[in-house]
C-alpha cells in the first residue's frame, strides 16, 4: 500500500509574535537549527514517503512561500484553505483528495511546526504506526513519553494488559482516554502512573479508515466533502472549496473523532520531540552560558541572569541588571516579558488585531 503524509500547516503562530506574522508564522521560520519548520518536517520524511507523496494544506497568506521554501512538493499537493477551520476540516480534506487520487492509501498526519530531534527513532515509531494502521484499520496516534508534569499539552491515557495488545509487536498500545491539558497536580499524578503519554497531534491512518470515521463522528463535515468529490483537480475545484467550507465549522480532530472512535491505539515513543508552543519552549532548549542566558551574537548583557534575547532588528540590544526575562526585537516590533508568561503573546496578536494595526500583524 502507498504511503501518503498529510502536512498540516495553516497555523499563524501567534505566540510567537512578533517574529511569527500572517505572511511568515512559526512554521516558516528558523528557529532552532537550521531549516525552517516545515522544511525538517519533510525531510525528515525520507525515506518513509516520496517526496510527490506529501500534501500540504495550509492558508493563502503561507503558499508562495511553501512554495518556495519546498520546491521539490508538487505545486497540486499544496492545497489553500479559504479560511481556517481547525484540524477536522483540513484532514477531511486531505483524505478527500487523497481517496481521488490515490484510492485505499496510508496516510501519515504531521503538523508542520514541531521539532525532533533523534529522527532514525522518528521515522522507527512512524513504521510501527504504519503496520498498526494496516493492520488494526484502525485510529493510530503517535505518544510522546512524557519526561516532566506538563501542563500544556494533552495527554492521552493507554492500557498496558497483554490481552489489550494484540498489536505488541509494533509497541501498539490500546487507547483508553484523551486528557485535556491538566493542571500541574494533575500533570504529575499522569507522570508518576507511567500510562500517559502526550498526545503530539501526529496521526497515521488508512484514507478510508480517517474517513469513515468522520461519516461517523461528523456527518456534516462529511457531507460538505463529498461535494467537493468531482471538484477535485478540476477548474471549479477553487469555488467548489469555498462553498464547501462555507459549510463547515470549525472543529479539531481529536474532539471531533478520536475521541469518539472506537479502534484506537497509540505508539509511545521518545524522539526528542517538542511542539514549541511558545518562547519559553525555546528558552528551555537554546545552549546558555553561565549565567542561563541565550542571546544573539552582538547583544550587551551586564548582570543579566535566565534570561533569552533574540535580536534580530536593526538594533543595537543591551540589557543590565535584570533576569527571567524573553527579550525578542524585530525591526518593528519589541517583546519583553517575564519567563513563564509567554502564553499570554497571544493576547498582544489579538488586541493588535482588535486595533486594527494589521501592520504588526
Not at 80 to 93: K, Q, S
Not at 97 to 125: N, Y
Amino acid at each position: 500500500m502507498d504511503v501518503y503524509a498529510l502536512i498540516i500547516a495553516g497555523g499563524v503562530g501567534a505566540r510567537f509574535w512578533p517574529r511569527s506574522r500572517e505572511y511568515s508564522p512559526k512554521q516558516l521560520l528558523e528557529i532552532i537549527g537550521k531549516g525552517t519548520m516545515i522544511q525538517n518536517t519533510v525531510y525528515r520524511l525520507d525515506p518513509i514517503v516520496p517526496r510527490e507523496n506529501i500534501l500540504i494544506v495550509t492558508g493563502a497568506f503561507q503558499a508562495e512561500e511553501i512554495r518556495r521554501q519546498l520546491p521539490q512538493v508538487p505545486p497540486e499537493n499544496i492545497i489553500v484553505e479559504p479560511v481556517g477551520r481547525n484540524t477536522a476540516p483540513a484532514i477531511g480534506l486531505g483524505a478527500q483528495i487523497l481517496r481521488k487520487r490515490a484510492g485505499e492509501a496510508m496516510m501519515i498526519v504531521l503538523p508542520a511546526d514541531h521539532l525532533v530531534h533523534d529522527i532514525a527513532a522518528f521515522q522507527d515509531t512512524l513504521r510501527k504506526g504504519i503496520a498498526v494502521a494496516d493492520e488494526s484499520r484502525g485510529f493510530v496516534t503517535i505518544g510522546v513519553t512524557p519526561d516532566r508534569p506538563e501542563t500544556g499539552y494533552g495527554y492521552i491515557q493507554f492500557n498496558h494488559e497483554n490481552h489489550e495488545r494484540p498489536y505488541a509487536a509494533h509497541d501498539g498500545y490500546k487507547v483508553v482516554t484523551f486528557a485535556e491539558k491538566p493542571n500541574l497536580e494533575t500533570a504529575q499524578l499522569f507522570l508518576e502512573s507511567g500510562d500517559f503519554v502526550w498526545n503530539s497531534g501526529m496521526f497515521i491512518w488508512r484514507v478510508s479508515t480517517i474517513l469513515n470515521g468522520i461519516v461517523d463522528h461528523l456527518p456534516e463535515l462529511s457531507d460538505e466533502l463529498q461535494k467537493l468529490d468531482e471538484a477535485i483537480d478540476t477548474p471549479n475545484w477553487t469555488q467548489a472549496l469555498e462553498q464547501a467550507y462555507n459549510g463547515m465549522r470549525p472543529i479539531s480532530i481529536d474532539y471531533g473523532v478520536m475521541e469518539k472512535a472506537e479502534n484506537r491505539y497509540v505508539i509511545p515513543a521518545d524522539f526528542g520531540w517538542n511542539d514549541l508552543g511558545s518562547w519559553d519552549e525555546v528558552a528551555r532548549l537554546f545552549p546558555k552560558d553561565e549565567c542561563d542566558n541565550a542571546a544573539s551574537e552582538g547583544v550587551f548583557l551586564r548582570d543579566v541572569r535566565n534570561s533569552h534575547i533574540s535580536a534580530g532588528g536593526n538594533r543595537f540590544t543591551a540589557l543590565i541588571g535584570v533576569e527571567d526575562l524573553i527579550v525578542i526585537d524585530t525591526d518593528d516590533a519589541l517583546l519583553i516579558c517575564h519567563k513563564g508568561r509567554s502564553q499570554e503573546v497571544k493576547e498582544v496578536v489579538d488586541h493588535l488585531r482588535k486595533k486594527g494595526l494589521d501592520q504588526y500583524l
